[in-house]
């Protein structure tokens, strides 16, 4: 079964940083786009940023250019999104997402579970 499992998720204090994973359960992901998502509160589901495993087609939201940086490391199958200088408005369920196509950074086929980052001020 396909499977994406993201973890790394906490409690932070503003301006600190967290690094989530995104480990995919298949080799076959290696052929296709990956992202993060996220949903606040009350808020529905945005893109945050993607990828795709060679490191081309990088693409983030405005919000969060200049302090997400989001990679892939092929030989464990996992995708990472580094998050610094975090702010309480990222306080979020962040979702890796991962589809054949670019449509993974709007209408993704696959999704993990999430993990829940919560920023204090």
């Known amino acids: 079964q396909v499977q994406l499992v993201e973890s790394g998720g906490g409690l932070v204090q503003a301006g600190n940083s967290l690094r989530l994973s995104c480990r995919a359960s298949e080799r076959s992901f290696r052929n296709y786009f990956m992202a993060w998502f996220r949903q606040a509160p009350g808020k529905e589901r945005e893109f945050v940023a993607g990828l795709t495993w060679s490191g081309t087609n990088i693409r983030y939201t405005d919000s969060v250019k200049g302090r997400f940086t989001i990679s892939s490391d092929a030989a464990k199958n996992t995708v990472y999104v580094e998050m610094n200088s975090l702010k309480p408005e990222d306080t979020a369920v962040y979702f890796c997402?991962?589809?054949?196509?670019?449509?993974?950074?709007?209408?993704?086929?696959?999704w993990g579970q999430g993990t829940q980052v919560t920023v204090s001020s």
């Open positions: 997402a991962a589809d054949p196509n670019s449509s993974a950074y709007t209408r993704p086929h696959y």
